[in-house]
C-alpha cells in the first residue's frame, strides 16, 4: 500500500507547507537527507497555546504532536514531492512547553512517532528521537517538532 493509500484510509489530507514565521525555510536537503525546521502545533488552523503540567493535559499533547506529524508530512511531500520516496525517518525532535515539574514529554511525543510508524511503517517510520520539556515555545504553542528523513 503506498502512503497516500495509508494517509487515504486513516482519512488524513496533507496540508501545504507554512510560511516561515522568521527568519529560515521549511526545509533543506542536503544528499539523501532531508531536515524539517521546528511545526508547532495547531488546531482549527491557529497556534494550540498552553503549557502541559498547567492547562493541557498528556492527552491533549499527544494530539498537537500528531497534528504537528501530518503537518511535517506535508512539509516532507512539498520538500520531496513522493512521500514514497521517503526511504527512513531517521530523527524527530519534540519540545514540549511544559511546567518544571511536568515529567512525560515522552508520551506527548508518542502522538507523532506513533503516526509516523503508522504511515510509514514499522521499517521506514521507526526513528531516533528527543523529547524535551522547555520553559516557552513561539507563539505560547504547546509542542513543537522537527524532523529529518532520508530519501531514495
Known amino acids: 500500500m503506498s502512503i497516500y493509500d495509508k494517509l487515504t484510509a486513516l ?8 510560511i516561515p514565521a522568521a527568519a529560515y525555510v521549511p526545509f533543506v536537503q542536503t544528499g539523501n537527507l532531508v531536515f524539517l525546521s521546528g511545526h508547532i502545533a495547531k488546531k482549527d488552523g491557529a497556534v494550540w497555546a498552553g503549557q502541559l503540567g498547567k492547562n493541557i493535559s498528556t492527552e491533549e499533547g499527544k494530539a498537537a504532536a500528531r497534528a504537528i506529524a501530518i503537518d511535517l508530512m506535508g512539509t516532507l511531500h512539498a520538500a520531496v514531492g513522493d512521500l514514497n520516496k521517503v526511504k527512513r525517518i531517521v530523527k524527530v525532535m519534540s519540545l514540549v512547553n511544559s511546567t518544571g515539574d511536568f515529567t512525560e514529554q515522552h508520551l506527548v511525543t508518542n502522538g507523532a512517532s506513533e503516526l509516523l510508524g503508522e504511515v510509514f511503517g514499522p521499517q521506514v517510520g521507526a526513528h531516533a528521537r528527543s523529547a524535551f520539556g522547555v520553559a516557552q515555545i513561539p507563539m505560547g504553542a504547546c509542542v513543537e517538532i522537527e524532523l529529518i528523513a532520508e530519501i531514495a
Do not use: A, G, N
Open 11 to 18: 482519512q488524513i489530507t496533507l496540508p501545504p507547507v507554512s
